[in-house]
């Protein structure tokens, strides 16, 4: 991780010096993710087999097994997470269809001496922990852009994430707090993009038939790409897109950037969430004091740090993150 993405400053170090280091070579770990249909899930599982297999390979832990349900439904990933705790593992990582739907299973792990630990989608069983990005707090955030950039203000077209799954409400919700503060937009359609390039494209391109002029669309990763070839067939004027750090979106920004000139704004959490997981984890089986609730940021790619971003975003994939031990310890150090 490079120093512009450190997450806390140099004082929370002196914090891990007091966290333990008890054996866990024996303990199992294990994945249960609700979806696999995009780029950035794509991403968060490589990043958590890779993170698991090096672990595994310095026996830090036994084992780092990554399962995903063929269809995202919480029936489904409930089943999913009871047949890990009859398996023997130690700790379930936890990407969920729905913040409510799974705590009845996420309970019986508890209750059955496993550490659940939920990102990315979050869930409210009160025994789990949860490493949440402010999604909310994203979507306030592509408004208050748009405004800088469009001060007049105009038409909005939303792009929504995966139907039903916490992170697509919440930055939605985000979005349309961001609107009511802004009143010089107005969201004059809506469609749902379920976070792939594919998917926004068709749906956008059957939207905007009845749409009137679109001066800005507010996503939530995964879709402007799409979004943007969508105004292009309709030969309608790009509007300024908010993309979502995959590796098409940044490309297409550089060239449009070296054409005309085109700005915006890329954010999204990283899909190296996923490795932070697994170190906390690690952390809670190595007996250390870990509070119920750990936060990162948002992943933020600007007009300035496009090229660095684009250079190393594999092409296919999206821009990322990898966290370490180290950084697992900082974020619970800075939890207390």
Not at 147 to 166: M, Q, S, W, Y
Not at 171 to 191: L, M, N
Not at 320 to 330: G, I, K, M, R
């Amino acid at each position: 991780m490079t120093n512009s993405m450190m997450l806390f400053s140099a004082a929370g170090l002196a914090l891990i010096a007091g966290l333990a280091e008890a054996d866990t070579s024996g303990k199992r770990i294990a994945l249960s993710n609700n979806y696999a249909g995009n780029s950035w899930r794509q991403a968060m599982l490589e990043t958590f087999e890779s993170t698991g297999k090096q672990a595994v390979a310095d026996g830090v832990v036994a084992a780092a097994d990554a399962y995903t349900t063929s269809e995202n439904q919480a029936t489904e990933q409930a089943a999913q997470i009871q047949n890990m705790i009859l398996q023997g593992y130690d700790a379930i990582i936890l990407n969920a269809a729905s913040p409510t739907a799974l705590n009845g299973a996420v309970k019986e792990a508890c209750d059955a001496g496993v550490t659940v630990v939920s990102f990315d989608g979050i869930v409210t069983e009160p025994c789990a922990w949860r490493i949440a990005v402010d999604f909310a707090a994203m979507g306030r955030e592509e408004v208050d852009y748009l405004a800088t950039r469009l001060p007049d203000g105009g038409n909005l077209l939303e792009i929504r994430g995966l139907a039903g799954v916490f992170v697509d409400d919440e930055i939605s919700k985000g979005i349309h707090e961001g609107v009511a503060e802004h009143s010089q937009f107005d969201i004059v359609g809506s469609v749902h993009g379920d976070w792939a390039q594919d998917v926004a494209q068709k749906a956008v391109a059957g939207i905007l038939p009845s749409l009137p002029d679109i001066v800005g669309v507010v996503t939530q990763g995964g879709d402007g790409y799409g979004t943007a070839q969508a105004f292009r067939a309709a030969d309608r004027p790009t509007p300024l897109i908010v993309l979502g750090n995959r590796q098409d979106e940044l490309k297409w920004w550089a060239e449009q950037r070296d054409a005309n000139g085109y700005e915006t704004l890329s954010l999204s959490i990283a899909p190296g969430v996923a490795s932070l997981a697994f170190w906390v984890a690690q952390q809670v089986l190595d007996g250390e004091d870990v509070a119920k609730e750990l936060t990162v940021p948002f992943l933020k790619i600007t007009q300035d740090t496009l090229d660095e971003a684009l250079a190393t975003t594999p092409e296919g994939s999206v821009a990322n993150v990898t966290y370490s031990l180290e950084d697992a310890q900082q974020v619970i150090a800075s939890a207390r």
